[in-house]
């Protein structure tokens, strides 16, 4: 054990310590300047956004695993080949800050805090899912994280609503709202965007753009897929959703540009969903095979990652693989407690429908069924 110990030193010693990189430059809509055109990252940087990413692509193929032989059931939205997006976003920003999305929900509870165990425990209806087994695969919550979205687009009102509070209250604290392609053209949007201008909010308008909304591409469903450009007086950026470097760099600015006071921006990511809408979805009656196996060959965020980092001496292909096998250890252990945790009791039925508020009754499926409401 101790020379193994004195190798793996010596090793590390033959790392850069950072590197830089020429990142893809954004498109830009109604701005002068936009995001930089290079990114220095450090090693602990490019392990920790590896460690991430890898471990939401495991969690995700686990689920998947799950759905199959009907552990999970009911509705469930995978987020693999869209990491750099959530792990990119969570770098850019403060704990502090805050966060609201739709229903493909997975990736961002995870990088806002939520154990891997508490999230699969969740997808399986259990006791100790971080909603206690009542929120399932969409409804997923954690400190200055607002879910987890059924609704198509209605966490975007509700995002600028955050955003009002953050201003309300003074605090230096930042709203990214998102919401997918699909979403993009509806009403409650461009009214959102509306009030957001007027009042200056500090909210990040995000458009995750991957390409198809459920079974419809972006070019059937959108007159102009230039979503960055649909704030019309609100400035917007276009950037490679596949790259978390790019993605880091623009929540970056755009964070600043709402945290100076100038008001809201519009953030467009461009990014590539493997699975199928949901997992309802078998993803290739609108799209070939072909598609996605190139989109993996050449876009895939997590080799991309991996790539730099071993052509920049920022990491080994042997110390990536042993990350990968300890993610997957964690994934095997948290698929094994979501699988023997206990579900909720009945009783738990109609708890923590208000926040500290004396119990009530609540009625049951008949007049004679009650159930206790405890806060």
Known sequence: VVSRVVVASRNYADFASE?????????L???EEGPPVTAVLTREEGLHYYRTMQTIRRMELKSDQLYKQKIIRGFCHLYDGQEACCVGLEAAINPTDHLITAYRAHGYAYTRGTAVREILAELTGRKGGCAKGKGGSMHMYAHNFYGGNGIVGAQVPLGA??????????????????YGDGAANQGQIFETYNMAAL???PCIFICENNRYGMGTSVERAAASTDYYKRGDYIPGIRVDGMDILCVREATKFAAEHCRSGKGPMLMELQTYRYHGHSMSDPGISYRTREEIQEVRSKSDPITLLKDRMVNNSLSSVE?????DVEVRKEIEEAAQFATTDPEPPLEELG????KNEPPFEVRGPSQWIKYKSVG
């Open 161 to 178: 609503g955050i955003a009002l509070a953050c201003k309300y209250f003074g605090k230096d604290e930042i709203c990214l709202t998102l």
């Open 19 to 27: 590197a830089t990189f020429d990142i893809k430059k954004c498109d």
């Open 199 to 201: 009042w200056k909010l």
């Open 319 to 323: 110390e990536l693989k042993e990350i």
């Open 29 to 31: 809509h109604r701005l």
């Open 351 to 354: 708890n923590h429908i208000y």
